[in-house]
């Protein structure tokens, strides 16, 4: 708990926001959230701010001032450095200070505001045929002010240069409340009004610059990506540009509130270019190389990081790359397709690596830039299988250097005993890298600093920089003296003190550093293990290594990608329809981090609003790059917070829905039932009892259950005319309510040359995968029934007879959550073993899909089927079948239970809104695909429109179906 000082403190700064008209969140909840960005700092603050419009802004700069509270900007929170967290105010401009102001295709500029994502911008200029140069990895949720901030360059600064390159001006506010505006005149010189009482007098920039010219003429900018300290370059007298010297001081000079940025045209053809080589070291030393062929993108991948997405999404998730233990992506870009491709055959034909491989195909393309971009996730887990680290994220040297020191820097993190996967900008000399330092040991905070200190040490002896685009914030700034000489840092801190003072503007960054080792978010946490209803094996049964698996680096946070062949992950559905950072899957992971520290409590009801929106999609398990899974923590924390107490309403009914659903088919009550539940006031009443929104349907039970109608050709697990053997899975929700899923399911199987026959337990005869247990926290009845279904299931994967589900996510749960909650060899045999439909009929000798040539689909793949299982064996069956298919990438909504539970149906409706009804809205006459029954629930129940499972698609496309 915080220390009551601080608490009064906090009430304070509150009190005086609020007094101020603005929206203030201090909250345990809010608190957690901003505590941390992208980087291995936590420093909570006292209040965050979410500013609406600029005047909102200085209010909360002069109660900043009035009450001596330090203030930090923040745009999406994904600094690698520590530069957006701060122990005082901070100001969220993400939020609500978003929007496109204009964009000016004559004039090639658009004007923003602070709080714009990188991907809004581009989607606002596009219809005008250009768009913003710089596109760092983040571009889908990243904002221009943050790129401000940092001087972000992003992967093709080659062609379109730093981020100080593409602004043209700034309104900012000064500490003292001062607004500047700098720009353009009309012949494009640099101009500013407002800054004379900062730029003139004894103690103004100019009269600091006039002590310091010849350190800022040979210090500064020796090459393109020197971006650690002030970039005082551009205050000298000869070149003086306030605005870019204003970019990439890290918010500790002003708040801008308004940028104007340069927009450029796109070329229109793009080829990737692949080289291989034999390590990461020639990778280097090729660069330069490389980049005298004129790319707009030189980017370095290692073998490691490959390695690394290969084992966690399989071998299909890497298109073939060249030969080799590290690889050049290189882009050739121009407006002459015949041109461009001339010279990707002539660098691909320079004899630079082992091998190369030209890539034209835009889809391939799109996949390879996927694998760079998720780099600084995938990196989270080092090639020792160890929780990886930022802090020394993104260090550059001059470019015809960058070989050696990729070398001396391999030796250098082996004699710290750390093993590392690099990737990064090796056409500028800037490496990306994520290191398995022992932070939770209890001398990791001394380990970080040695570390630091001799590769900052590294860097100066390459005449380098400590960072060459995120900025030195809480990670690099206290190492400035090893780059810098002590008049460059008077200099520096000169320029701080002429624009602020008073230190007010996010202390503890560039001048006057707070140490580097000093509020490391792991040090001191210990391993959190008790008592746990999960396994956690891909943690060391360790929920604390779980949950700091999130390094902040803001996927979750970025908007849906388009649907068809690029189409993306479904991660993070609720936060698409709230934009709330509580409902995003780094908002939840950092309030479980405090959990584990023991800062708050299972029962908080910080932690149960932050969960409470979360669909338990499993996106983030697939689509998180550091692979998170906020779908297992929720069941643990609903778990720990119900177990031996009372439950809400909801976990009763909906929770154990399999058990009263086998009771009805047993009592043969289902007439009874949907008769009930169709009377206007005793539905309302039933549906009020179970905790259902009162504005959803129920699914009606079917006449008779599936098991009760099911005919096997056979005894049990024996072929069958000549028919091999399948175990078939038949879940709840088809027996019950969808028996001729079901059904479709069995006849396809038999087509193609199975007999399936249904698992029997002792007792009642059914088997169940506990799914409704598992996602309300029921873990201790889920264990009981999961285990019972694996001992029944075991035996037949142990004859090699493959199991196929019909139900996506109850096929998931025999695929993936069997580990966390009935560990060993019986529950690994029958995850091998389990199957989908596409996945067993692709593994079926001579087995051809029927002709679905002119047949239109909308393909909404379930969560589950898209994160656990994978979609691919669908997307290929499909493709060989002929039908058009437009594949969604977004989560239907309901998600069994969530979606249809009081409170939740706003949410529900709203994330159905993100892709699945805007789709089948366009294609009226286009057959729905939807395997899950959460999915085709709500599409019946919000639509009314019918869909189909793939086993009814190919049932009725076959002619002897």
Not at 7 to 33: C, K, N, Q, W, Y
Not at 232 to 259: C, I, N, W, Y
Not at 327 to 339: K, P, Q, T
Request: aromatic share 4%; hydrophobic share 40%; charged share 25%.
């Amino acid at each position: 708990m915080l220390p009551v000082s601080v608490v009064a403190e906090t009430t304070d700064a509150a009190r005086a926001l609020r007094a101020a008209g603005l929206e203030v969140h201090d909250d345990a909840l809010s608190r957690a959230m901003y505590s941390s960005d992208a980087s291995l700092y936590r420093v909570p603050p006292l209040a965050v701010v979410r500013p609406r419009s600029v005047e909102e802004v200085a209010a909360t700069l002069r109660v900043a001032r009035e009450t001596g509270t330090p203030l930090t900007s923040r745009g999406a929170g994904t600094s690698v450095a520590g530069n957006a967290v701060g122990r005082g105010i901070v100001v969220d401009f993400s939020r609500h200070l978003g929007r496109v102001l204009d964009v000016d295709p004559e004039a090639r500029t658009a004007r923003v505001e602070p709080g714009t994502v990188h991907a809004v911008l581009q989607r606002a200029a596009a219809p005008h045929g250009v768009r913003f140069g710089p596109d760092p990895s983040t571009h889908p949720r990243c904002t221009i002010g943050g790129m401000i901030g940092n001087n972000a360059c992003g992967a093709r600064s080659l062609a379109y240069g730093r981020t100080d390159d593409n602004v043209t001006g700034l309104r900012l506010l000064l500490a003292d409340g001062t607004e500047v505006v700098t720009g353009r005149d009309a012949e494009g010189r640099p101009t500013q009004s407002g800054a004379d009482a900062v730029l003139d007098g004894p103690h103004g920039v100019r009269a600091v610059m006039g002590h310091h010219l010849g350190t800022a003429r040979t210090e500064l900018d020796r090459f393109g990506r020197q971006v650690s300290g002030y970039a005082a370059q551009h205050l000298l007298p000869e070149r003086f540009d306030l605005t870019r010297a204003l970019v990439g001081s890290e918010g500790t000079l002003a708040v801008v509130t308004e940028a104007t940025v340069r927009l450029v045209t796109d070329p229109a053809c793009r080829v990737v270019v692949v080289l291989g080589f034999a390590d990461i070291v020639a990778a280097g030393h090729a660069a330069p190389a490389v980049v005298a062929h004129g790319p707009t993108s030189c980017e370095g991948l290692d073998s490691r990081l490959v390695d690394v997405l290969r084992e966690r999404r399989g071998p299909a998730a890497v298109p073939p790359l060249p030969d080799g233990g590290a690889w050049l992506f290189v882009e050739i870009a121009g407006d002459d397709a015949v041109e461009v491709l001339d010279r990707a055959h002539a660098l691909a034909g320079a004899g630079l690596g082992v091998d190369a491989r030209v890539v034209d195909d835009p889809a391939t393309a799109a996949r390879l830039w996927r694998i760079r971009e998720d780099g600084a996730g995938l990196a989270g887990r080092s090639p020792a299988d160890l929780p990886a680290w930022p802090g020394w994220e993104d260090a550059a040297v001059p470019p015809d250097r960058l070989g050696d020191y990729l070398a001396r820097f391999d030796e250098l993190t082996a004699s710290h005993g750390l093993s590392s996967a690099p990737y990064g900008h090796f056409g500028e000399g800037c490496l990306h890298v994520r290191l398995d330092l022992p932070l939770q040991h209890r001398d990791g905070a001394a380990r970080l600093r040695a570390f630091l200190v001799d590769a900052a040490r590294l860097v100066a002896d390459f005449g380098g920089s400590l960072s060459g685009e995120h900025g030195d914030g809480r990670a690099r700034s206290e190492l400035l003296p090893h780059l810098y000489s002590a008049d460059a840092l008077a200099m520096f801190a000169g320029i701080k003190h002429a624009f602020d003072p008073d230190g007010l503007l996010n202390p503890g960054v560039l001048v006057d550093p707070d140490p580097v080792d000093a509020d490391v978010r792991v040090v001191g946490v210990p391993p959190f293990r008790r008592q746990l209803a999960m396994a956690y094996p891909h943690d060391d049964g360790d929920l604390a290594q779980a949950v700091h698996r999130c390094t902040g680096v803001g996927k979750c946070r970025a908007d849906p990608r388009p649907t068809g062949a690029a189409a993306g992950g479904v991660m993070c559905p609720s936060y698409l329809a709230t934009r709330e950072e509580k409902d995003s899957t780094r908002g939840r992971a950092r309030v479980l981090q405090e959990v584990v520290r023991g800062e708050l409590a299972w029962s908080d009801p910080a932690v149960h609003d932050a969960l409470d929106l979360c669909l338990s999609c499993k996106g983030c398990a697939s689509d998180c790059p550091t692979g998170i899974d906020l779908a297992t923590y929720k069941s643990e924390a609903l778990h720990q917070t119900y177990r031996r107490r009372l439950r809400p309403r909801s976990h009763y009914a909906l929770g154990r829905l399999p058990l009263w659903a086998r009771l009805v088919g047993r009592l043969r009550l289902a007439g009874l039932v949907n008769l009930l539940m169709g009377l206007p006031l005793v539905g309302r009443l039933m549906l009020a009892a179970a905790g259902v929104d009162r504005r959803r349907s129920v699914p009606r039970f079917a006449r008779r259950p599936f098991r009760a109608t099911f005919d096997p050709s056979g005894p049990g697990p024996e072929p069958v005319e000549g028919r091999r053997p399948v175990v078939l899975f038949v879940d709840s929700f088809s027996d019950a309510f969808d028996p001729e899923v079901a059904a479709a399911t069995v006849r396809v199987l038999r087509a193609a040359g199975w007999e399936p026959f249904l698992p029997e337990r002792d007792g009642d005869g059914a088997v169940c995968c506990g799914l409704t247990w598992i996602t309300t926290g029921q873990l201790d009845a889920a264990k009981r029934i999961l285990r019972r279904t694996v001992r029944t299931l075991a035996p037949a994967a142990r004859d090699g007879v493959p199991i196929v589900g019909i139900e996506p996510s109850c096929t998931a749960v025999l695929r993936s959550d069997v580990h966390e909650l009935v560990p060993g060899p019986d529950a690994d045999l029958v995850s091998r073993s389990v199957r989908t439909l596409a996945e067993l009929l692709a593994q079926t000798p001579g087995w051809r899909p029927p002709d679905l040539s002119g047949v239109e689909l909308v393909a909404q793949p379930h969560c589950h089927h898209h994160a656990v299982l994978g979609w691919q064996a669908d997307a290929d069956l499909l493709a060989t079948a002929g039908a058009t298919v437009t594949r969604l990438s977004g989560c239907c909504g309901l998600a069994g239970n969530f979606g249809v539970e009081v409170g939740h149906h706003e949410v529900s409706v709203a994330v159905a809104e993100q892709q699945l009804l805007p789709a089948v809205d366009a294609a009226p006459e286009a057959v729905v695909l939807a395997d899950g029954f959460s999915c085709r629930t709500q599409l019946a129940d919000l639509r009314g429109r019918p869909s189909r499972h793939l086993a009814q698609l190919l049932d009725a496309a076959d002619p002897q179906g």
